[in-house]
């Protein structure tokens, strides 16, 4: 590397070229004042902090350094103090932080701050963990010469002197966020978060000078997945959290450092509890995954889990109501009934849904559950057997991301389904230089940063795929017709394609077999087959869930086989972990069949979710939050789950409850910890591979199911689904405060048609497929493309599964404006 | 309200003119304040930005950022009355006060408090119009008028008051 070597308060040090002066001086172990530079974002030098003497060797007429008489360089001091944070380092740089004149006029920037800054620090929720108070105690003067200390003086108050400028407070800059414009010394963090990080430019300055203040002119108010990085990033009090402010006081609480699984980017996070009630959530750095960011769902979205509405007693259903019972009788009696099924049916008449929410510990013992001691192979933890996962370590994934050169991003929008991944595909687009090529059925919010945007024709991304390897090949482009691609596009994608050194192609979960064999086709004949990888959105441990053996072997049925034979009445008992299948099965009609059919259903949740609705009986389950364990991020890095908070009531961790099920089974498992189980788990992976054959699961039929000619004219629209950041799921229900962010139900299509059919923005639309309807408002823009709508899962109140018919490959429907004409 | 079709022709047609169409931000909010009659609601800071394809919050800021962009509702014709040191010395605290008391309103910056009570002028006090040479001077819509006095004040307002406003200067 190439080292530049300077001396900072008399201590030689060596630090890449093109490194800031403020990192060099930090890195010798100095401190510096500082509060508009952050090491995540462009330096710009607004706060004059970091100011300190800086002088460079004295070069003569022959450019070589002059020399004093005791042969070491002569240093010419530049004749002002210099920002650090904007200066990078030179061979042989002087730096002086130290020196009298330094803290001279790094106290009178102080000073500065404080003139207009309000001295509420009691009442100010950052207090306690506020760079502005800790630097003023640090470097600031004792006392100020400007301001309030002179409002008992009747002149000054009347002139220019007059006290503090004051503001409203607080302003809310969103549901989430409020303002202190008063606290605001206008360093631009918050500003430069949205526009160098986040790209969505939810903040600006407005005004200038004196009236210089924060604003936003989105709508919703600050429209960022964001948002909440920017409380982080607030070196004063100024943006605080309305969820937390007033809750508590910094010192009191209690952090924990674990990890996030709302999604599969695998987020480290510290969650803030005190008095066991999870009070606040924030990012924890580490640089390999999230940095120090995180998702707004993944800071805000706490509340569900001291809700209320939480489950605490384990619940069997008598004459159709439930009833709390005590944990001995609830398991007493799931043992019973289902060693009487397996007794009766066999252990293949018992099916079990694991889960991606729930940890690496909790999967590998309900598989072992059902395999050992209910003697079933019919294990899967998907919610629907269109998702493929392979499971792979990539240690490198988020840094690959950021330093791909070209990134092929595939039937997937990260921004709803993995939040973090989309911040460092724009970080590779706006900081790297990185060119993103989207291959998607409809357009999607980072399309406004693509290079070039493909958008397709539903169902067609395979052909698109396999012509783009046709034109990095050279061979002759076809197939291209019915998807709607434009040749000279797909042309110019090729050609970057081809040049690119560092691709990195990322597909969704739900992408089929072909289109994967498109994609490594597609990248090994670039020779970096390594770079594919496939996205999890569901659930945040859905690979750990896959390592964990929670997949059917050996001819056991997957979820979508269990469904089946529960509604055709083969399977007997169902046992569901951590999963609702009412909401999030494709085949809403199937569910209610199987569900309804089967003779037992046990279910362990956190809420009594539509599923747990129908089962005898529920097992009152952790949260993320109050439990150990192991997961397994979107790359497959393991993470581990610290305990935060003890369960609420007498809810209990999944592993716990299974393993106690299986002592009343006579099965005496012994595990005392999550740390038994892991052992146990690698002892049973020593030797082998780690994978599970995944490769062999039933695909859906979709050959059998073309949709006929006649139901295109009953049917025109073709109609997609996808995910939602803030979708109806029950634990975003059970969160007051994320409420809001909750959209209604609303189905998406194009301008023309809304045109075409006379529907106005806004309106309700009836949305018919052969199997129902459902009625949602109208989003009109150009985001799909004419003859497709898009209606995302999981909207509350309004579950597309319901219309949705698994069996066809190609969903159609049909709109109608205004209420219930059909 | 919003922007009619010959405005957002307007501004494609400017933004074409640069390299970059942020670049045509402020003379796009020219295009949208004489749309508006005179200011900028937050709508058409949002419609500005649709056009130019740039994000809303930049025009937030630019709109804001220049006092030439007016915020609030104005009368029909704005008029930018210097009150900086030359024109001071040279008498425009009479001709301040003599507005002040004419049309009853008080000229501190404010566009409601400058604002006739029939609409027809705003009078803002403005830092230097660059003119001292002809002090005292004011702007009214887009022209310049120096060495002003009360009577040579009262003529030209009265002349104006029936006019159209001027938004662009050809």
């Known amino acids: ?822 | 309200m919003s922007l009619s079709d010959e405005a957002r022709q307007k501004i494609q047609e400017i933004a074409a003119r640069y390299p970059r169409r942020i670049s045509a931000t402020i003379p796009a909010l020219y295009v949208a304040q004489a749309e508006y009659g005179g200011w900028l609601p937050k709508e058409a800071m949002v419609e500005v930005a649709e056009e130019l394809d740039v994000p809303p919050s930049h025009v937030f800021g630019v709109a804001t950022f220049y006092t030439l962009f007016y915020k609030e509702p104005v009368g029909k014709h704005v008029v930018q009355l210097c009150t900086n040191l030359a024109c001071m010395l040279c008498g425009a605290e009479t001709l301040q006060q003599h507005l002040e008391r004419k049309f009853n309103i008080k000229i501190n910056g404010s566009i409601r408090d400058g604002t006739t009570a029939d609409g027809t002028f705003t009078v803002l006090p403005v830092e230097c119009l660059a003119a001292c040479g002809g002090a005292p001077c004011m702007i009214v819509d887009t022209e310049y008028y120096e060495n002003l006095t009360i009577e040579k004040v009262d003529k030209i307002l009265t002349q104006i008051a029936t006019q159209p406003t001027v938004f662009f200067k050809p």
Not at chain 1, 255 to 284: A, E, S
Not at chain 1, 292 to 317: E, V
Not at chain 1, 432 to 451: C, E, W
Not at chain 1, 535 to 546: F, I, P, T
């Open chain 1, 1 to 822: 590397m190439d080292l530049v070597n300077l001396t900072v308060n008399g201590q030689k040090i060596a630090v890449p070229r093109g490194t800031m002066a403020i990192e060099a001086v930090k890195a010798a172990g100095f401190d510096v004042a500082h509060f508009c530079y952050h090491p995540k974002l462009k330096p710009v030098g607004m706060c004059r902090m970091c100011l300190a003497e800086v002088g460079t060797p004295r070069l003569g007429p022959d450019r070589k350094p002059v020399l004093n008489e005791d042969g070491t360089p002569q240093i010419g001091m530049m004749p002002q103090p210099q920002a650090t944070c904007t200066l990078p380092v030179s061979e042989g740089m002087v730096i002086l932080t130290n020196t009298d004149a330094v803290k001279k006029m790094v106290a009178g920037m102080v000073e500065f701050f404080l003139a207009n800054h309000p001295l509420d620090c009691p009442v100010c929720d950052k207090g306690g963990e506020c760079p502005l108070q800790d630097q003023t105690m640090a470097f600031g003067p004792g006392q100020s010469r400007v301001g309030e200390v002179f409002g008992g003086d009747v002149r000054l108050q009347q002139g220019i002197w007059e006290a503090k400028r004051h503001w409203e407070k607080p302003k809310p800059l969103s549901e989430l966020i409020a303002l202190d414009r008063e606290r605001c010394i206008q360093c631009g963090r918050c500003v430069r978060f949205t526009q160098e990080i986040s790209l969505d430019n939810a903040l600006t300055f407005i005004y200038r000078g004196a009236q210089s203040e924060i604003d936003t002119l989105t709508d919703p108010p600050v429209d960022s997945k964001f948002s909440g990085n920017t409380i982080d990033i607030c070196p004063v009090g100024a943006l605080t959290s309305r969820v937390f402010r007033f809750t508590a006081r910094v010192w009191e609480v209690k952090p924990t450092h674990t990890v996030c699984t709302q999604c599969g980017c695998g987020c480290n996070i510290t969650i803030n509890t005190r008095l066991d009630k999870v009070l606040r959530i924030l990012p924890r750095d580490n640089d390999r995954i999230n940095e120090c960011w995180i998702c707004d769902r993944g800071r805000f979205n706490s509340q569900f889990i001291n809700s209320a509405a939480r489950l605490t007693k384990p619940l069997i259903k008598r004459n159709g109501t439930f009833e709390a019972v005590e944990w001995d009788e609830a398991l007493a009696f799931v043992a019973k009934t289902l060693t009487q099924i397996k007794d009766a049916h066999g252990g293949n008449a018992i099916g079990g849904l694991a889960s991606g929410k729930c940890t690496v510990e909790d999967n590998y013992v309900f598989q072992k559950l059902l395999r050992e001691v209910l003697g079933s192979d019919n294990v899967d933890y998907r919610p629907h057997g269109k998702i493929k996962h392979r499971l792979r370590r990539v240690p490198d994934f988020y840094e690959q991301v950021e330093n791909a050169d070209v990134i092929l991003l595939v039937g997937a929008d990260p921004l709803e389904e993995l939040p973090i991944l989309d911040l460092r595909i724009k970080k590779c687009i706006a900081q790297r230089n990185g060119t993103l090529i989207t291959v998607n059925p409809r357009r999607i919010l980072l399309d406004q940063h693509a290079t070039i945007s493909l958008v397709h024709q539903p169902h067609t991304a395979t052909a698109v795929i396999t012509a783009l390897s046709a034109a990095v090949n050279g061979s002759t482009i076809e197939g291209l017709g019915a998807t709607g691609v434009a040749e000279d596009l797909l042309k110019d994608a090729a050609q970057r394609l081809a040049q690119s050194q560092r691709l990195v192609v990322l597909y969704g979960e739900e992408s089929n077999d072909e289109l994967v064999a498109a994609l490594h086709h597609l990248a090994a004949s670039r020779d970096r087959q390594e770079a594919v990888f496939g996205l999890c959105r569901h659930d945040g441990n859905a690979l750990g869930a896959l390592w964990a053996g929670a997949m059917p072997k050996n001819g056991g049925l997957d979820v979508d086989g269990m469904m089946r034979a529960a509604a055709h009445g083969s399977l007997k008992a169902l046992y569901i972990m951590g999963q609702n299948p009412v909401n999030s099965y494709p085949d809403g009609q199937l569910v209610k069949e199987a569900l309804d059919k089967v003779e037992f259903l046990v279910v362990h949740d956190l809420f009594l979710t539509e599923t747990a609705q129908h089962a005898d009986v529920v097992l009152p389950a952790a949260s993320y939050a109050e439990k150990d364990g192991t997961v397994l991020n979107v790359a497959g890095v393991a993470q581990r789950l610290k305990q935060a908070l003890p369960p609420v009531g007498e809810s209990s961790e999944d592993w716990k409850i299974i393993t106690a099920l299986a002592y009343f089974m006579g099965h005496h498992w012994g595990y005392k910890s999550c740390a038994d189980i892991l052992r146990e788990l690698e002892r049973h992976h020593a030797g082998t591979s780690a994978r599970w054959n995944v490769g062999t699961l039933e695909r859906w039929n979709v050959e059998t199911c073309q949709p006929a000619d006649t139901e295109a004219e009953t049917y025109p629209f073709i109609l997609l689904t996808g995910a939602q950041l803030y979708d109806g799921s029950v634990s975003l229900r059970h969160s007051e405060r994320l409420s809001h962010l909750v959209e209604a139900p609303f189905v998406e299509l194009h301008r023309d048609d809304a045109q075409r059919l006379g529907i106005a923005r806004g309106a309700e639309v009836e949305v018919t497929s052969p199997r129902g309807a459902l009625r949602l408002r109208a989003k009109v823009g150009r985001k799909v493309l004419p003859g497709t709508v898009f209606v995302p899962e999981h909207q509350p109140g309004a579950p597309v599964n319901t219309i949705l018919d698994p069996t066809r490959q190609v969903q159609r429907v049909r709109l109608s404006a205004g209420r219930g004409d059909g």
